[in-house]
Structures are given as C-alpha cells and as structure tokens.
C-alpha cells in the first residue's frame, strides 16, 4: 500500500498520506474544489467534487 486517505464527509476533506521510507509521511488535506493526485491510479489526478457529491444532496 503506497498511500492511504481518511475522507471526512461532514467537512468534504480527504488526508491523504503516502509512504516514503517505510514511513507514512502526511502530505495534504484536499477539498471538495481540488484534484488529488492517487499512486494507486500512476499519478492520475481524482476530482474530488465528484466524490462528495452525493453528500451534498443529503444537507
């Protein structure tokens, strides 16, 4: 596992730490208005308003 994120879905904001070293290192906190670059995906950016969409519909 290259990465990991913790979403938090009240707030709209994804953690995103990475591993370097054989270290998780934090790297950023993203929101609903960014694109998250994922290793998992070979550095593809992910649209996070995509992601926290449908929460919106349940406000």
């Not at 938090?8 to 670059?37: H, K, N, S």
């Not at 649209?47 to 519909?57: A, G, K, R, S, V």
Request: proline content about 7%.
């Amino acid at each position: 596992m290259a990465e990991y994120l913790i979403v938090d879905p009240i707030q709209r904001t994804i953690d995103r730490f990475v591993l370097e070293g054989g270290r998780f290192r934090y790297d950023a906190c993203y929101g609903r208005d960014d694109a998250m670059p994922l290793k998992c995906l070979d550095g593809e950016t992910m649209p996070l308003d995509e992601i926290f969409e449908p929460f919106e519909e349940e406000d």
